[in-house]
């Protein structure tokens, strides 16, 4: 929310400098194309996507021999400790979450290259400096998000996968 406001404020400010220079190309399409290009768009989702999958896939074992799944996320009644959602429906939750994650991603590459086509005309002597702090938030915030997303379901595949050889259903 706080950046939704620090964008709309930064707009308000950029607004007569549009109305000055008539010859501008428009950013639309450039902001479009850079966050289309830029892999901190789309890493997040694709990591946490795969973790959770591999999480997800190597919990079926264990289902299958009666356990219950511990993540409310993917139960049936929204409880941990409880019966999981069928194979298909918990796949189809975590390509909705890597979805969302994705739009989270987006939403915020999107405000950073406006903000920085913003300043950029506004202070041209420090573009350099305004395009490496943007590059550094969008690969801090893609690099937290990634972990903070994907780091728990890494863990819990490899105990599952340890777990599962260990009682002898792999």
């Not at 590059?135 to 998000?145: G, K, N, P, T």
């Amino acid at each position: 929310m706080k950046r939704m406001i620090a964008v709309a404020l930064l707009l308000l400010v950029a607004i007569p400098a549009f109305a000055q220079d008539p010859d501008r190309a428009p950013i639309v399409p450039g902001v479009i194309k850079d966050v289309l290009l830029d892999p901190t768009t789309y890493v997040p989702a694709l990591v946490s996507w795969k973790a959770t999958r591999l999480d997800w896939d190597s919990s079926q074992v264990f289902f299958r021999n009666g356990s219950f799944e511990q993540n409310p996320h993917f139960t049936l009644s929204g409880i941990g400790s409880t019966p999981p959602l069928a194979y298909g429906e918990g796949n189809r939750q975590i390509l909705m979450d890597a979805i969302g994650n994705l739009q989270m991603s987006a939403i915020n590459n999107v405000s950073m290259r406006l903000v920085e086509r913003l300043l950029i005309p506004r202070h041209p002597t420090h573009s350099k400096l305004i395009r490496t702090i943007g590059w550094v938030e969008r690969s801090a915030l893609a690099s937290y998000l990634t972990y903070e997303m994907s780091a728990g379901h890494f863990r819990q595949w490899q105990q599952n996968d340890r777990q599962a050889r260990e009682l002898g259903y792999r």
